[in-house]
């Protein structure tokens, strides 16, 4: 296990903000009405002038303040409020915050609502949970106006996650060998962009599907490694992977298909993988908990706790795929994180 202690794992401090859904709901409405961005102006302000700024009435204001002053959002200073200095530290992570809260909000109700169903009958569960509504991958194929709103909706979530997740693998892996990466469900394109900006050697294409590289066009155009990373629209069914990549990657991608497809999907990356080349998987491993209650932040990620996989389901099916030299390192995140590395 790599214990993970440095810079990378900094982001995390976002989670403690959202860790209670009272605290959190608190959170995104200071967020909404610019209560927050108020006090990042000032360094600190008297109530009147907060709710004045937010158009809140005084009570409102008042018990808006007591519920982020418990959830150490901000301090009472004699007749003043400011931010503490945590919660200003975590505001650099503000967009992955922001993510964050507004992804519980949406699939919250799935578990307060659907927990018993999630347990006793997960095919309803399915059918009925607003998770895999805003999913839909049906949504991905065909260019239309309401397909690129309900795709750009949880492309936020997984591109935010990525681009803070990304660092880890980084440095648990040397990518300076490659020279072409396939990105296999390399949504936004943000993982490719993370390690093309730390490799000007390496070139990048991302495979997804049609509605999502589009939009991951955009995502990537004005960056400068754009011109390092192409988006290539995956073909219905099981064709063929691109070809002539030294580098296939799957991050958080493969816990979304049943054994049968994760296994496809491992074969033909053998299949289209240069000789010599590497494979990654970088996911999560499966939801535990421990003696910890469940954070309310990790709902969205929890009610997926079905899909997750142990290591030794990759190492596997890697090695019948025809792989070699599979190795796995564990990384601890807002939840235990496998790399599994091997080469054709
Ligand atoms: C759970 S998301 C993970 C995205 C990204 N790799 C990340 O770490 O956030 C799974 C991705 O697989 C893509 N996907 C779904 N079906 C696919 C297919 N048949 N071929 C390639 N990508 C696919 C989805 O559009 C989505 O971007």
């Not at 989670?15 to 709901?25: F, K, S, T």
């Not at 074969?267 to 000789?275: C, H, M, T, V």
Request: proline fraction near 5%; charged fraction near 25%.
């Amino acid at each position: 296990m790599n214990p993970g202690r440095g810079a990378e794992r900094d982001y995390l401090c976002v989670d403690q903000y959202i860790a209670d859904a009272v605290g959190a709901r608190a959170l995104s409405t200071a967020f909404e009405i610019g209560f927050i961005d108020d006090l990042v102006r000032h360094t600190s302000r008297s109530l009147p002038a907060l709710a004045e700024t937010a158009r809140l009435d005084r009570r409102g204001a008042m018990l808006l303040a007591d519920l982020l002053g418990a959830a150490r959002v901000l301090d009472f200073v004699g007749d003043l409020v400011q931010l503490t200095p945590d919660f200003r530290r975590a505001l650099q992570f503000r967009d992955l915050m922001e993510a964050k809260l507004d992804f519980a909000a949406t699939v919250a109700p799935d578990f307060f609502d659907l927990f018993t169903t999630l347990l006793t009958d997960p095919p309803a569960f399915f059918r009925q949970a607003k998770l895999f509504d805003l999913f839909s991958y049906d949504r991905c194929i065909d260019s239309t106006p309401e397909n690129r709103a309900s795709t750009v909706r949880w492309m936020r979530f997984t591109t935010s996650l990525t681009k803070y997740e990304s660092a880890a693998c980084l440095l648990n892996h040397d990518f300076s060998v490659y020279r072409r990466m396939l990105d296999v469900g390399g949504n936004s394109g943000e993982f490719a962009l993370r390690v093309c900006r730390e490799h000007p050697g390496l070139r990048a294409t991302v495979y997804d599907l049609p509605v999502v590289c589009e939009i991951g066009e955009k995502h990537v155009a004005e960056e400068p490694e754009a011109g390092r990373i192409s988006f290539e629209r995956a073909a219905p069914g099981n064709g063929r992977l691109p070809e002539n990549h030294d580098l296939i990657t799957f991050k958080s991608m493969l816990h979304d298909w049943p054994d049968e497809q994760m296994r496809s999907f491992l074969q033909r990356a053998y299949d289209a993988l240069l000789p010599g080349g590497s494979l990654i998987i970088f996911e999560r491993s499966v939801v535990d908990t421990g003696e910890r209650q469940l954070a309310y932040g990790q709902i969205p990620i929890a009610l997926f706790f079905r899909s997750y996989r142990v290591p030794g389901d990759y190492t596997t099916a890697l090695r019948q795929a025809g792989f070699t030299q599979i190795a796995c390192t564990k990384i601890d995140l807002d939840m235990p994180f496998m790399l599994v590395t091997a080469t054709k």
